[in-house]
């Protein structure tokens, strides 16, 4: 299986803040990528796909790169509504596998 | 206005049987991918089914093979997980998501989760 290191676990940031996710794959799985939000209590959303392609109604403040193993998700200019969890997705390769997730607080 | 909801959670005894479903609604259901998620408390992520639009394919993590089954009826708009042999570390919210397309592995909506326990 391909293991999807996420980090950091957890960060603390404020309003108008710029925040950096990265992701490392266990192996090359090309830009098969995807990023999602999830509140407490709420379904998952899809923000980015590809590694770099924005999902049709998410803020451009949102982005992501990255090809190969390594990948990065960056919000520019926090949001009060983008406080959540964040999670990295791959499908290079079955099963599916997911990040360990990262908790973005106040 | 794209919606999914799951169904059919609850507490069941370890060995039980459970079967959930995931009703869908503003879409051509038949036309996509449909995959099965679930969370376990304080855990992340992790996914476990998936079936093809026309039901042709279905796939599975390693973790429930054998145990567990995916199925839809296209005629119901309807996604369903037949959960056996359930065990302990099976309880979780079990989401439904819906892919982009023809298994092109990208959920771009989800249900909001019916909860598992097995206890």
């Known amino acids: 299986d391909i293991q999807m290191t996420q980090s950091p676990s957890s960060l603390s940031a404020s309003v108008g803040d710029r925040v950096t996710i990265t992701c490392q794959a266990s192996q090359d799985i090309t830009n098969f990528l995807n990023w999602y939000k999830r509140k407490p209590g709420k379904a998952p959303k899809l923000l980015i796909y590809?590694?770099?392609i924005l999902q049709s109604g998410v803020p451009s403040r949102f982005s992501g790169s990255g090809s190969g193993t390594n990948f990065t998700f960056t919000v520019s200019g926090l949001q009060p509504e983008d406080f959540a969890t964040y999670y990295c997705?791959?499908?290079?390769?079955?099963?599916?596998?997911f990040g360990g997730g990262t908790k973005v607080d106040i | 206005e794209e919606q999914l909801v799951e169904s059919g959670g609850g507490l069941v005894q370890p060995g039980g049987s459970l079967r959930l479903s995931c009703a869908a609604s503003?879409?051509?259901?038949?036309?996509?991918?449909m995959s099965w998620v679930r969370q376990a408390p304080g855990k992340g992520l992790e996914w476990v089914s998936a079936i093809s639009g026309p039901a042709t394919g279905t796939y599975y993590a390693d973790s429930v093979k054998g145990r567990f089954t995916v199925s839809r009826d296209n005629s119901k708009n309807t996604l369903y997980l037949q959960m056996n042999s359930l065990r302990a570390e099976d309880t979780a919210v079990y989401y439904c998501?819906?892919?982009?397309?023809?298994?092109?592995?990208?959920?771009?909506?989800w249900g909001q989760g019916t909860l598992v326990t097995v206890s």
């Open positions: 997705q791959q499908y290079g390769d079955l099963p599916l596998t």
């Open positions: 998501a819906k892919d982009r397309g023809f298994l092109e592995w990208i959920f771009d909506f």
């Open positions: 503003g879409f051509h259901f038949s036309k996509y991918a």
């Open positions: 590809d590694a770099s």
